[in-house]
């Protein structure tokens, strides 16, 4: 099942996708989706990134394969919607997508085994790790600044349900700018896969429902400019599609 939220009419609503184009909210009532302003699909109460979690972006970038997971938070005040605009920060000089397999934490846990940790996810969605690289120093610093502009957080359009996927490491990840492909991989290809993440970072913090992880972006990257849409899918999930303007 895809689960979505959304604005309509005035009011923040949960439901549900039940045709292309036709959301169902709590109360059985349709409406269609061009009349909706779409919000992320979970509110998480806390997003953990994995930088450099695929080897061929971190050759890309000229840097180390990771030995063991390296972890970022990605804050709150990034997230937004699907169609919803991500804004070019003045003074930025390389700005750029990542397409990314979210993970959704559905029951809370603490030291969770890597045998029984994919009973802990309650779904996937799409998220877009948008970035400044200009303020990456290298994968000790704490990425902040470049990938903490307000509205740099894309999620969505819905989550899909876990049972719905029958093998979240096999699936393919594109992203398109003004429909061009400019990058494309599969999670196959994943350094530290979603069982494994979920055990780690499960070590030394609690994890609750609607956490989310983000596993990564395989290579590909490059520049986004005011003008430009993003538009992300992941197979089994949909299209996330976001246009950047330029800060005011």
């Known amino acids: 099942m895809k689960r979505a939220r959304y604005i309509a009419n005035g009011r923040i609503h949960s439901g549900t996708v039940v045709e292309d184009g036709i959301l169902l909210d709590a109360r059985g009532s349709t409406v269609d989706s061009k009349e909706v302003v779409w919000l992320p699909p979970v509110q998480p109460?806390?997003?953990?990134?994995?930088?450099?979690?695929y080897a061929d972006h971190a050759v890309e970038l000229k840097l180390d394969v990771p030995k063991e997971p390296v972890l970022f938070f990605k804050g709150a005040n990034t997230f937004i919607g699907h169609e919803q605009p991500v804004v070019y920060p003045q003074g930025a000089r390389y700005m750029h997508y990542e397409v990314e397999l979210a993970v959704v934490i559905?029951?809370?846990?603490?030291?969770i085994k890597r045998e029984n940790a994919l009973e802990y996810v309650k779904g996937y969605t799409i998220a877009n790790d948008?970035?400044?690289r200009d303020f990456v120093g290298n994968m000790y610093r704490p990425p902040i600044r470049a990938k903490g502009f307000d509205t740099f957080g894309p999620i969505g359009p819905w989550m899909v349900d876990?049972?719905?996927?029958?093998?979240?490491?096999?699936i393919g990840l594109r992203t398109y700018v003004n429909g061009e492909r400019r990058q494309e991989g599969n999670t196959r290809d994943l350094i530290f896969k979603i069982d494994e993440l979920i055990a780690f970072i499960s070590s030394f913090m609690t994890l609750e429902p609607d956490d989310m992880i983000w596993?990564?972006?395989?290579?590909?990257?490059?520049?986004v400019y005011a003008g430009d849409t993003?538009?992300?899918?992941?197979d089994h999930i949909g299209r996330?599609?976001?246009?950047v303007v330029a800060e005011e």
């Open 215 to 223: 596993t990564g972006t395989p290579k590909g990257v490059s520049h």
């Open 106 to 111: 559905g029951t809370a846990g603490r030291n």
């Open 130 to 132: 948008v970035t400044v």
């Open 162 to 170: 876990r049972d719905d996927i029958a093998n979240p490491h096999a």
């Open 230 to 234: 993003m538009a992300l899918e992941i």
């Open 240 to 243: 996330l599609e976001n246009t």
């Open 45 to 53: 109460g806390k997003v953990i990134g994995l930088a450099l979690n």
